[in-house]
């Protein structure tokens, strides 16, 4: 049998997490296979009942702000001008946010989150055009809360809550709490759920199923693609929330979020799809598209926008 390649060699984010197989070496001679790309198709500006799109938002983990703005982040996201864009993997405390995003004045209304005791780890954040009827932190529970992962809005006919799931990390250490969170958080949305329909978005750390990233086979028992994690996922949908993507693309291959810096895994386009929105059954009628924006550059993860009519 050949050997296989080397693991956790792919960290899926900051949190120095899951490894991912890259593919194998190419045989001397052989031409290597052209990757094979997505294309994110033209926006779906209707939904299935005939309304229009009246509400743009758009999610980024930008894996460092400070570094993400150097990089002319803020240009994207003005010419994207989403209604509400949401980040993750700020790793910036409040204090230390640019100027460039704090004086923004496209969004009078940010919201920032950061870990409490670890400097440059985890983080969040919402910047909207129109101010939230409500706005809170975390799910409710100190153990995740400290680690500032959570910020909710409400808005007149749904709550949005952007998150950055805990990575199981390198060699899973993380693996029993991440199971933890999944429990946590599924009963912390489905108590949202109750009172109002609600769009999920950001980086949830899991690959859902085998289309959503490139090499399955060799990530099994890797962060972010563990039976565990998949079974998370696969029960936050049963609770009554979909993924918008594999609703409107349920058989669209090769389209991912994330993508390691490490052997050119972007410019072949070796990924994951990581990021999401799901939405409560209630919106689902409204949606109109869900886009993955992969040629924004800035980060190891693209932008995702969702376009919906409420």
Known sequence: MPKRAKKNEEAVDGETGNGAEPAKKEKKGKEPEAPILYEDP????????????????????VDGLRAWVKKKGLDW??????????????????????????DMPEYPHKYWAASEGKEGYSGVAMLCKSEPLNVTYGIG????????????????????????VPNASRGLVRLDYRKTWDVDFRAYLSDLDKRKPLVLCGD?????????????????KNAGFTPEEREGFTELLEAGFTDSFRALYPEQANAYTFWTYMMNARAKNVGWRLDYFLLS????????DSKIRNTAMGSDHCPITLYLAV
């Open 42 to 61: 033209p926006d779906k500006m209707t939904s299935k009942d005939g309304r229009a799109a009246n509400m743009k938002i758009t999610s980024w983990n």
């Open 141 to 164: 529970k100190e153990e995740h809360d400290k680690e500032g992962r959570v910020i909710t809005a409400e808005f007149p006919s749904f709550f949005l809550v952007t998150a950055y």
């Open 204 to 220: 949830l750390n899991v690959a859902h199923q085998e289309i959503d990233l490139k090499n399955p086979k060799g990530n099994r």
């Open 281 to 288: 059954s209630a919106l689902l009628p409204g949606l109109c």
């Open 77 to 102: 996201v003005r010419k994207e001008d989403p209604d509400v864009i949401c980040l993750q993997e700020t790793k910036c405390a409040e204090k230390a946010l640019p100027s460039e995003i704090t």
